[in-house]
């Protein structure tokens, strides 16, 4: 199995500031016979289903804002918001689709500092 | 509009059965792998198995192998998640959600069923 971890636990950031998030698969999810890489970002809010962010590690999803980001390849990889904004709060979290049935990471949660 | 719709909250003792459904419409439901997912109160996302509506090809995650069942009923094409024999350590939410075609992302999701196993 692939296990996938995130760092921080939890980050406090400022209005208007970047935020970080930083994924580690076990092993790597980028598939050589297309050169892309299985990993994915998933936004949940409070009290809600997780929404996705990304794919293909930096593919953004239809409609989500600019100000999100993927970076990274093979095992290690990043989310950046650019600017946080107030509706970003939440739990975010890395997910490798390499194998058939992904596993997801622990987790990140996003505060206003 | 593509929709997962889940059923309703439950409530049920140790040892009782339970089936809790997720119906998609706005979309071809017979093409696209179909996902459950569990989230314990509190706690982070887990990956529990997936079924192809079109052929009822059914992969379980290890942890949850023998523990439950997935099935499909493609005719009102709704996905089922069941139980033989709660406990109370099943009390969580449970998303389904759908796997895009190509990329096994999970694109949309159900609005979850929330399941508490108390005595």
């Known amino acids: 199995d692939i296990v996938m971890t995130q760092s921080p636990d939890s980050l406090a950031v400022s209005l208007g500031e970047r935020a970080t998030i930083n994924c580690k698969s076990s092993q790597s999810v980028l598939y050589s016979s297309n050169n892309k890489n299985y990993l994915a970002w998933y936004q949940q809010k409070p009290g809600q289903p997780p929404k996705l962010l990304i794919y293909w590690a930096s593919t953004r999803e239809s409609g989500v804002p600019d100000r999100f980001s993927g970076s990274g390849s093979g095992t290690d990889f990043t989310l950046t918001i650019s600017s946080l904004q107030a509706e970003d709060v939440a739990v975010y979290y890395c997910q490798q689709y390499y194998n058939t049935l992904g596993t997801f990471g622990p987790g990140t949660k996003v505060d206003i500092k | 509009e593509v929709q997962l719709v889940q059923s309703g909250a439950e409530v049920k003792k140790p040892g009782e059965s339970l089936k809790i459904s997720c119906k998609g419409s706005g979309y071809s439901f017979t093409s696209h792998w179909i996902g459950w997912v569990r989230q314990m109160p509190g706690k982070g996302l887990e990956w529990m198995g997936i079924?192809?509506?079109?052929?009822?090809?059914?992969r379980y995650s290890p942890s949850f192998q023998g523990q439950v069942t997935i099935s499909v009923d493609k005719s009102i094409s709704t996905a089922y998640l069941q139980w033989r024999s709660l406990k109370a350590s099943d009390t969580a939410m449970y998303y389904c959600a759908r796997h895009r075609d190509g990329a096994m992302v999970l694109d949309y999701w159900g609005q979850g069923t929330l399941v508490t196993v108390s005595s």
């Open positions: 079924i192809y509506p079109g052929d009822s090809d059914t």
